[in-house]
């Protein structure tokens, strides 16, 4: 893999990078704490987000909001190079208090409205925000990545202003896999076994799990946890002891919850929860 840049700054992080040859099956489903934007420049990929499908072409964006689960289909050996910015939701709540630029992110269900094409945005200065990001900025990168992060934003809100009322269209959905993700997300913190799931859909446990890895790239159980994971973080790093969290996001037993947490994020609650006031 080649890294153009690959930085991390106060709210936000950036990266340029090129994987010359991707592998199919490297890149696992997963989730963020944070919302990402990714630009795709080149590769044969499909994206998997929360049951939804995208083939991706040069140019287009994603947008995923926090522990909205997304994998990426490698369909051939083209060189895959790409532009991800990850950032928190208030990274410009001083200049957009009630939050019309995060609406893209929140205001749609889970795996819809993901992606832009070039013919949904009004101008190509959404491409030149992302490809004037260079490590050589004579502004510095982070403030490089700062004006343009911003002017990406309002491009982005406007191409997802004129696609929302298209919204009803594109969530009349009946297939079961997306009945299932919905269930799974409106349930997240109750007990959830596979043999409940089982009865309640009329599908065995191995085609629940089938269906459910064909549509998102991951187990149920795997999926259950990120989510219940980056809940739990979210919770910690604004205040909440632990020990509270662990119980009210679905985990039965601490020990566990703190190994499974130290193994995902790198730290331990009580590290986040030292740490939160540096990351909001």
Known sequence: MKNFFDCIFDGFSAAHKLDEKPVEGYFKMHAHDRLEVLYFISGYCHYLVEGSEY???????????????????????IQYERTVIHFFPN?????DPEGILMKPFFERPLGKLNRYTEDDFDS???KQCFESLSADSPLGLEMEIHSKLFTLLC????????????LNDITENTDVANQLIEYVNKNLYEPLSLNALSERFFLSQSQLNRLFRRATGTSIWEYITIKRLIAARNRIR??????????????KDYSSFYRMYKTRFGVSPKQDDMTRGQKK
């Open 155 to 166: 491009e982005i809100y406007k191409a997802y202003n004129k696609r929302k009322d298209r």
């Open 238 to 251: 604004v205040g909440e002891h632990a020990g509270k969290v662990c119980s009210s996001c679905g985990f």
């Open 91 to 95: 990274l410009y709540k001083q200049y």
């Open 55 to 77: 083939i991706l072409k040069p140019g287009d964006v994603m947008i995923m909001r926090s522990s909205e689960t997304h994998n990426l289909k490698v369909m051939g050996d």
């Open 124 to 126: 190509k200065l959404y």
